[in-house]
């Protein structure tokens, strides 16, 4: 089955906008072994869409249309779509007043240009959007099916995996269960992790078992994707790899699957109702912003102290500086984590020191971090070097802090050298 996906709008085409909608769905299709073939990006522009569009219905099977079907005089999709397709534009009732109770439920009054959104091309398949405005749609074009989905990502995000995957797999004809593994982990690099699973993925299995890695620095992501008859061989199949890449990647794997780093610690938190405060330098804050709980969750975090000032840090926290010497060391690291968890009355604090070299920012720049811990039964600290630039260093001293602290509270070492790290 031949793919396409077309996106639209003049902030993607001039680069005023990252195009992160377009990755994330070649992404997640080639995720459950439906192959990409073409890619397109298309300006706001009537005569440029309505080309795309009818070159895209002659070569491809499926056409993913993203974005154009806002309120605005430039969203174009449905337009041009019922154009090229050789039907009217219908208005959708029950599009309508889902809308209108959309807009009362917020307490405002639907703007009349809102209205266009329920306008679809006749003929056309509704594709629901439970969490915007826009809905989708679905339409033969040529000899292609076109789907139509919105531009705001999480929006589209939810209609393809909910909606538009299930029935691309239908229509591939492919009858086996496609199964997706991800595992993610911190502190193995991409080539190194390559190498320990280079066994996974044989001559023998090669057809329905595919292992990738995604590097997203710090993190790397681990997939493994498997096609079976059903749900038994999947199990068979899947779960000795699944063993394997848990076995050989041990305790630098952080996370599996839709979980995160970030949640995973606040799990943690919540099973012993634990608080945490944090000190951090030259982080702006990222560490305790990334332990932000869901809405209606518990939220653990007690204080966050931010300064660019180790001096200033530890007033912060109520550290003296004339009855302590405080120096960049782990000694000063654990005294700032003791005297915050004593300062904010919790039960875990961490405190984060990052000298970042001051001549230059290469390759060959680097930093110094310093983590320190405290807890009801001590306190401890890790130390590590990182190279590659100002930026390289900051997001590795946030992943070291956040993986330092899930070891801390998993009972594992919490000073394992990690790939990144110049010892």
């Known amino acids: 089955m031949l793919i396409e996906i077309l996106c639209t709008g003049d902030e993607i085409l001039t680069g005023k906008t990252i195009n992160t909608n377009y990755s994330h769905m070649a992404r997640r299709l080639n995720e459950v072994s439906l192959t990409m073939h073409w890619g397109t990006i298309v300006g706001d522009n009537r005569k440029d869409l309505t080309r795309a569009f009818k070159q895209a219905s002659e070569r491809a099977d499926v056409v993913i249309v993203n974005g154009g079907l806002g309120p605005t005089v430039d969203d174009l999709s449905q337009e041009i779509a019922a154009e090229v397709a050789g039907v009217e534009l219908k208005l959708n009732q029950g599009w309508l007043e889902r809308m209108l109770a959309f807009y009362e439920r917020r307490g405002r009054t639907m703007p009349p240009n809102n209205r266009k959104q329920a306008l679809l091309p006749e003929c056309a398949e509704f594709i629901d959007n439970p969490i915007g405005t826009a809905c989708g749609f679905a339409i033969d074009i040529g000899g292609a099916r076109f789907f139509f989905t919105p531009g705001v990502p999480r929006e589209m995000r939810r209609m393809l995996d909910e909606q538009i ?48 890695f995604q590097a997203h620095y710090p993190q790397l992501e681990t997939k493994v994707v498997v096609q079976a008859e059903n749900e038994t061989e999947t199990e068979k199949i899947l779960q000795p790899i699944i063993e394997t890449i848990r076995d050989r990647f041990g305790n630098f794997i952080i996370s599996e699957d839709n979980e995160t780093l970030e949640g995973v610690i606040l799990a943690e938190l919540a099973k012993t ?143 394992e050298r990690i790939d990144f790290e110049k010892r």
């Not at 086996?176 to 993610?184: A, E, G, M, N, V």
Request: overall charge neutral; aromatic content about 4%.
């Open 165 to 212: 995957i299930p029935r691309l797999v239908v229509m591939s004809g492919v009858k086996k269960i496609t199964t997706l593994k991800r595992f993610h982990s911190f502190g193995i690099g991409e080539s190194r992790a390559d190498q320990m699973l280079n066994d996974i993925e044989t001559d023998k299995n090669k057809e329905f078992v595919k292992l990738g």
């Open 273 to 415: 109702n634990s608080t945490l405060s944090t000190a951090e330098m030259h982080t702006s804050g990222a560490i305790s912003a990334r332990l932000n709980p869901k809405v209606g969750d518990p939220d653990p975090i007690i204080r966050s102290v931010v300064s660019r000032d180790l001096n200033q840090l530890c007033g912060a926290v109520n550290l003296s500086t004339t009855e302590k010497s405080v120096s960049f060391d782990m000694e000063s690291a654990k005294a700032i984590a003791n005297a915050l968890r004593s300062d904010a009355a919790c039960t875990f604090a961490l405190a984060t020191l990052l000298d970042i070299d001051e001549d230059k920012d290469g390759i060959e720049s680097g930093g110094d971090i310093i983590i320190g811990i405290s807890t009801i039964g001590g306190s401890y600290a890790r130390k590590a070097r990182i190279l590659g630039g100002h930026e390289w260093v900051r997001l590795g001293a946030i992943e070291l802090t956040l993986d330092v602290f899930r070891r801390q509270l998993k009972k594992l070492p919490i000073d």
